[in-house]
């Protein structure tokens, strides 16, 4: 097998029991790291800080994750005003949270001969997000339902994106210690004693 050394020195093609008395002698481990090459890549380490290094960095790359969720919000052909603006502020704040939302209108009896009016909710909610949201599927019927899917804006995203940046930013800078000088206004100027004279005194 090919040896790395703990500094990642190539140590050469060894044996197993030279490999593990080198470990050994360090006070390591012996891991193998590329067992498909050949001959198999082994590599002499600390295995429990190596656990750790590794879960550390899978932690840190869940945290960058974007999970987007799906969430579905009802309406009815002849929703109350008061019900759909309540309704459409979720909305909004689902998409403003960069997820997507399936917008359904639900159809009971004979409802179902007036489709249109399920097209008009589905319009004018359309038109309400135009702002923050854009189609991603059509509205289409499916059983007794008639249904949308909406996505956040990416224009809006990105104006998101540019806030958060500016807002690290101005965090990272206040955090600082001393920060660079502000300069002075003219106000602080003109109401600066003037500087002292150097040299005898008048009159003497």
Known sequence: M???GASGEQLGVLTIDQALSKAQEEGMDLVEVSPLAKPPVC????????????????????????????????F??????????????????FLEDSNKARITVMFRGREMSHRELGQKVLQEIIEDLKDVAV???????????????????????QVQRSRAEAAARAAK???????????????????????AASGPAAGT
């Open 2 to 4: 090919r040896v790395i």
């Open 43 to 74: 590599k002499i380490m600390d295995y429990g800080k190596f656990k750790y290094l590794e879960k550390k960095k899978q932690n840190e790359a869940k945290k960058n994750q974007v999970v987007v969720l799906l969430k579905e919000i009802k």
């Open 135 to 157: 189609i991603e599927a059509a509205p289409r019927m499916e059983g007794r339902q008639m249904f949308m899917i909406l996505a956040p804006n990416p224009k809006m995203l």
């Open 76 to 93: 009815r052909p002849r929703t109350e005003e008061h019900d759909y603006n309540v309704k459409i502020k979720k909305v909004r704040e």
């Open 173 to 195: 800078f206040a955090a600082e210690p001393d920060g660079p000088p502000t300069p002075a206004t003219p106000a602080q100027v003109e109401a600066a004693p003037a500087p």
